[in-house]
């Protein structure tokens, strides 16, 4: 199994300001996904991030709000710039499965944002 | 547009029952799905993984079965530690993209 750690593990941000939240993972992986969790909601896609190589946004996600980095396979971080109050959510980091795994994804625990 | 919906949304069992819920998936392209539990402050853990229609999984209390357009999952004998809201998720891309469905919170009681 993998394991996945996050910081911060939550936060208070003013709006207008940015975080970047990092997210380590304990072994190699090509691909790491960004989701994000409103309260009580299901989970969102915002995007795929491989090392060497631009990250892939899903519809309604754009570069500019949700910069992410991946310079090596073990770890990567999400900026939410610009923030509003609409950004409070919950972002979660998760890997690709691991070989033999049967497709099962794992997560990080979850940083949680609240923007005032 | 790809989704997911989950029926009920809410399931209060007593201790002991049978928690049954479901599914049902609208997407574009099917590559399999998955089955997530995730407690309060915590990222989904992975439950089974199901692949296709008539497919079925049994681990420990957990059975599911996948459907056509949908997948069920069967809690036999739920204890309190059972009590969290699950998901599934539904790969439309086949490299590793998942629609989430809004869950179904379980929460049982002693």
């Known amino acids: 199994s993998a394991v996945i750690s996050q910081k911060p593990s939550r936060d208070i941000c003013q709006r207008g300001t940015s975080l970047t939240i990092q997210c380590q993972v304990d072994?190699?992986?090509?691909?790491m996904f960004w989701y994000r969790q409103q309260p009580g909601q299901s989970l969102t896609l915002i995007a795929t991030a491989n090392q060497g190589s631009e990250a892939t946004y899903e519809s309604g996600f754009v570069i500019d709000k949700f910069p992410i980095s991946r310079p090596n396979l073990t770890f990567s971080t999400l900026t939410v710039s610009n923030m509003s109050p609409e950004d409070s959510s919950i972002y979660l980091c998760?890997?690709?499965?691991?070989?033999?795994?049967?497709?099962?994804?794992?997560f990080g625990p979850g940083t949680r944002l609240t923007v005032t | 547009e790809n989704q997911v919906e989950h029926s009920p949304h809410f399931l209060g069992p007593q201790q002991g029952d049978v928690a049954s819920m479901s599914c049902t998936y609208s997407v574009s392209r099917f590559n399999n799905l998955q089955w997530y539990r995730q407690n309060t402050g915590m990222g989904p853990k992975h439950l089974l993984s199901m692949y296709s229609a008539g497919y079925e999984k049994q681990k420990g209390r957990l059975n599911a079965t996948l459907l056509k357009n949908g997948s069920s999952l069967y809690i036999t004998a739920v204890q309190p530690e059972d009590s969290a809201t699950y998901f599934c998720a539904v790969d439309f891309s086949g490299t590793y993209k998942y629609i989430f469905g809004t869950g179904t919170r379980l929460k049982v009681l002693a």
């Open positions: 998760s890997v690709e499965p691991l070989a033999g795994s049967s497709y099962e994804q794992y």
């Open positions: 072994s190699q992986v090509t691909m």
